[in-house]
C-alpha cells in the first residue's frame, strides 16, 4: 500500500529458548511450532517429543510433551532416546514422526533389546493428543533413523530415512500408506556416504526433501567436516539422485584453536565464528515469505546445543543460502506472513521460561 513502510524481521543466532538438535519449525495458524531431539541426547533416556511456540520465530517457550516417555510401558520398543522428530499435516491429520529405541524392562537383555527404528504418531491438532500408530512395532523393519515425510504433488507421501549403526549409511524411500500408517514397499536405498576424503564419507544422516519446478530436492547431512548439510537432486523420487558438486551447501567446524564456515564445498577461516557445528536441517515458509531452514549448532563455551535459522533460495535451480549465520540481520517481512503472524513485527527480546 502506498505510503507504508515495510516492517522487518530482525534475528539473531541462535534462537532464544529453543536448545534443540535436529530442529523442525512449522508455521501455523498464526504461531510457529517446534519440535527436536532434546537433552539428553546420549545415554539415559530423554523427555520424549517436547513442542514448543513461539509467536516472532524469535523466543520460544515450552507448550507440552508430545509423547512423554516417562509414561509409556516399560515394554513398548519406543521409549529410550526420542531423536529427530518432525511434524507434517496431510490432509487433515497431522503426523508425528519419530526415531527411538528401548534399553528397559524386558529388552534390559542385550538378546532381546529393542534396535533404534522410525515410528509414527497422529493427532487431529497440532497440539495433540497424539496416537503412536506404530506401537506394536516399528514402521521400519531394520535399524534406521531420522525419519522424514513428503506429500508429493499426486498426494502420495513417502518416508524417507537412513540406516543406522552399519559401516555405510545410507539414505533409503519408501511409500506410506496413511491411513494403515505402513509402509507400501520395501525400503529402495537412493544413495549412500561417499568414500575416500570426501566430506559426508563418516556417515549421512537426516534426510528432509523439497520439490522446485519439477525437481526434488533431498537435504542430508554428515558429521565428517564438524557438523554440514548437503543435498542431492533427482526428477524421480526413487532416483537417480545426483549430490551437489558443490557440497557442503553449509557447516560449520573448529580445529586447533580456529573457527571455520563452510559454504558451497568452501571453506573459510572465520576468527569471528562462535559455531563448533552447524546441521541437520529442516526446510519452513520463513517471515519473507521464502523458505528458510532450521539446524542446530553448538557455540563455543555453552554446553547447550542451539536453534539456527536462516533464509534459502533458489538461483537457476541450485540451492543459495546465508547459513551458517550468526550476526544480527534483517529481512523485509511478506506481508501474507504478516498477516498471517503478527508476531514476526515484534522487535524485543523476552525472557522466557519452560
Known sequence: MEGCTQKEFTWTNPLNGLEFRDTHIIPHDGRFYAVGTCEPFWGGPNPGVKLYSSDDLRNWKFEKLLIDAFALDSNVWY???????????????WYLTFNCQNNSGSYADPDMKHFHACGVATASEITGPYTVRTHEKPLTSFPSNDISLFEDEDNRVYAFFNNGWT???KIFVAELDTVTVTLKEEPVELFSQSSGSAWDSNGIE??????????????YSSWTMGYAVGYATATNVYGPWKKYDKNPLFGAYSRDGKSYIVREGVVIEDPQSPLINAGHNQVFTGPDGRMWTSYHGNIKGEAKTKT????????????????????????????????????LAMTENRKLTE
Open 79 to 93: 521409549r529410550d532416546r526420542f531423536w529427530a522428530p518432525e511434524l507434517r499435516k496431510i490432509g487433515s491429520t
Open 167 to 169: 559401516n555405510i549409511h
Open 206 to 219: 537426516g534426510a528432509h526433501v523439497i520439490k522446485h519446478e519439477g525437481t526434488y530436492y533431498l537435504f
Open 308 to 343: 539456527l535459522i536462516d533464509p534459502l533460495w533458489f538461483e537457476e535451480g541450485v540451492i543459495k543460502t546465508t547459513a551458517p549465520g550468526y550476526t544480527t540481520r534483517s529481512v523485509p517481512i511478506a506481508q501474507k506472513m504478516l498477516r498471517r503472524f503478527p508476531g
